[in-house]
DNA sequence: TTGGCCGGGTTATCGCTAAG
DNA sequence: CTTAGCGATAACCCGGCCAA
């Protein structure tokens, strides 16, 4: 018995179940004895209400409990269920297809969204490489990967696959190919919480239920009034690919179906499949003609912006994508973390109270020479009218606190005074700064050297500490400080430069290993930008970058889907440009905003 | 000998409701 | 928004039958 049940699958033992109880409850309330006779008089009872299939799965759930039955109560059974059968074959209704043009409907009901960009890869991706309700539902981000255009589907387990064996479907999947965009957006949505599976719950990471998937298929189909099942994709594509003309046995492969006849069903009559060219129909045709496949991808008219890259990259040498790259690679925060930093007290402040209470304990230092001097630095941030001090780090080495003190909103009076207070705390120049500080100028000394060989030029305080043997990171230098709360990495910025200062002079120890922070870390900050594309890009085109730059911190708002986005998954991520679906205007914006700048910007 | 079809058994989805 | 359960049924496979 136990052996008899293992031997099939969990679903029809559930099944077969539910069967076999329903039939032991109407045989008992009629006081009958549970046996085949009965068994025989529940079928022709159940087969006035329901189908042949459902006869048969009962006969099947009885015949898998009861090892002997009778020649005549099978013959009795086998009539029932043919009957029922032949009666059917008038009724039966014709499977429902949802073919290409519902599938490019549905692409056009994008919106920029994580349910809206799941759900419409979940419909595309059943229907390329059509899969099943339960397939979708087990996908893994390791089962697919792209490989020169073609999108590989590995669907491990499969209705038709009970041992688990595997099997792929290739799907055409260009770069820039809605299928291509879905997927890498849904993609970079995932990526902060990492899941296994790619159509999960959006609240948790847990794969979506079968049932579930075909709700929300099903759903989407009604929300652009179509009458379908999530199965009616497979159909669908069975019956496109067939109208393209690939052979019986090519769909069966890419179906995964392991008989022909498993598939046929699926196929109606298609005159392309027969033979005759959807060109010479075409002309005659007028509504029933199969669906044309041929379709123009949507391209954005880029008049401003592709031309201005083309110019820089003449001017850099170096591909449009390597210019993208850089791009983002500069754009794109990075989170760094410093363990050798957890011997300091990280003190940020916004109070002025706490902030002088702090920096009133730094040690007066009356024995000159004894005691290291006071390293500072300042941060400020940029705004339409001008910058403005926003930060001032502190190292004091003695007591090892890092003094982060926030004057962004200080008054321009509250400022000078923190100034003043600053420059008289230790005599005798022993402030030290890297680059000319004026609000210290009278008291600080400045270590920033020359760069070699070029006396003009004054040195990157990231090249002075590799000069030392450290690595710092500049990447938070032009990040908001006048937001709420700094951002850890912004924390560990900050204090790594004072703290370098330290290590220049006296060549202390830092270590040089850097952490790549959880990007969670990132949000947006500032949202000042227009989200009008066009005009926001004609506009500050005419004006050269440094205007623009002074204007727009760069870290304004970075589209949440670029943030996590690996570099070497980047570098296939620049057709966004020619994809209108691939960015919101607003997204569009903040993104040619950032090529822009680093196109034009001599910091690079 | 082959290929299509049918019967029968197994395993999935559909459509709906109700409840997390 | 998602899931579970339920009754019904579609979809899938395989082996055997039968005609060519």
């Given at each position: ?109 994008l919106e920029d969204d994580a349910k809206s960009e799941r759900d419409v890869l979940l419909v595309?991706l ?7 309700a339960s397939?979708a539902s087990n996908l893994q981000w ?40 879905l997927?890498?957006r849904w993609k970079v949505r995932c990526s902060l919480k990492n899941p296994d599976f790619i159509f999960h719950n959006l609240h948790n990471q847990k794969p979506l239920s079968p049932s579930s998937i075909s709700s929300i298929v099903k759903a989407k189909?009604?929300a ?294 959880s990007t969670a870390d990132f949000r ?36 949440l889907f670029?943030l996590p ?40």
């Amino acid at each position: 018995m136990t052996a008899l049940s293992s031997a099939k699958a969990a679903s029809t033992m559930k099944a077969y179940g539910q069967e076999n109880e329903q039939r032991r409850r109407w045989i008992l309330e009629r006081g009958l004895p549970l046996n085949e006779v009965s068994t025989v008089m529940y079928l022709a009872w159940k087969s006035e209400s329901v189908g042949s299939g459902s006869l048969a799965k009962i006969s099947a759930a009885y015949k898998m409990v009861n090892n002997e039955v009778s020649i005549p109560g099978a013959q009795c059974v086998a009539e029932l269920i043919n009957s029922k059968k032949r009666a059917e074959a008038t009724t039966r209704k014709q499977p429902v297809c949802i073919n290409e043009p519902v599938i490019v409907k549905i692409m056009s009901t994008l919106e920029d969204d994580a349910k809206s960009e799941r759900d419409v890869l979940l419909v595309h991706l059943s229907y390329s490489a059509l899969l099943r309700a339960s397939e979708a539902s087990n996908l893994q981000w390791k089962d697919v990967r792209v490989k020169n255009g073609l999108l590989e589907v590995f669907v491990a387990e499969a209705k038709n696959d009970q041992l688990g064996k595997g099997r792929t479907t290739f799907v055409q999947c260009k770069a820039g190919s809605d299928l291509d965009l879905l997927l890498k957006r849904w993609k970079v949505r995932c990526s902060l919480k990492n899941p296994d599976f790619i159509f999960h719950n959006l609240h948790n990471q847990k794969p979506l239920s079968p049932s579930s998937i075909s709700s929300i298929v099903k759903a989407k189909f009604d929300a652009i009034g179509v009458q379908g099942s999530h199965h009616a994709l497979r159909k669908g594509r069975a019956n496109d690919l067939q109208a393209e003309g690939f052979s019986l046995d090519e769909i069966q492969r890419t179906g995964r179906w392991r008989s022909p006849a498993g598939m046929s069903t699926y196929l109606r009559d298609n005159p392309r499949a027969q033979g005759i060219r959807v060109e010479e129909m075409e002309s005659e045709e007028e509504e029933e003609g199969p669906p044309s496949l041929t379709r123009e991808a949507p391209i954005y008219k880029d008049d401003i912006l592709i031309p201005h890259l083309r110019k820089c990259q003449k001017r850099k040498k170096c591909s449009l994508e390597g210019l993208i790259l850089a791009a983002l690679r500069h754009i794109l925060l990075q989170g760094i973390y410093y363990p050798s930093l957890e011997q300091y007290d990280i003190v940020p402040t916004r109070s002025l109270l706490q902030g002088y209470e702090i920096f009133g304990r730094f040690v007066e230092d009356d024995r000159e020479n004894i005691y290291p001097p006071l390293f500072v630095d300042t941060e400020s941030s940029t705004t339409p009218r001008g910058s403005k001090l926003a930060l001032v780090s502190h190292f004091d080495v003695h007591s090892g606190i890092v003094l982060l003190w926030r004057v962004h909103k200080a008054s321009q009076e509250e400022v000078d005074d923190v100034i003043w207070a600053i420059n008289q705390k230790r005599r005798e120049e022993r402030i030290v700064v890297f680059g000319s500080e004026p609000l210290f100028k009278i008291r600080a000394t400045d270590i920033q050297g020359d760069r070699p060989r070029r006396p003009n030029e004054k040195m990157a305080l990231k090249d002075a500490a590799a000069a030392i043997g450290r690595n710092i990171s500049k990447n938070e230098t032009l990040s908001d400080w006048t937001a709420d709360e700094l951002r850890r990495a912004q924390q560990h910025y900050a204090a790594m430069d004072v703290v370098i200062l330290n290590h220049s002079t006296e060549n202390g120890s830092v270590s040089t290993s850097i952490d790549i922070y959880s990007t969670a870390d990132f949000r947006p900050l500032y949202c000042r930008l227009q989200t009008t594309t066009p005009n926001f890009l004609q506009h500050h085109l005419q004006k050269r970058s440094q205007q623009v730059f002074s204007i727009y911190p760069i870290d304004c708002i970075l589209p949440l889907f670029l943030l996590p986005l690996p570099f070497s998954t980047m570098s296939s991520n620049f057709f966004f440009f020619s994809h209108p679906l691939s960015l919101s205007p607003y997204q569009w914006s903040m993104f040619a905003f950032s090529l822009l700048l680093f196109s034009s910007s001599p910091l690079l």
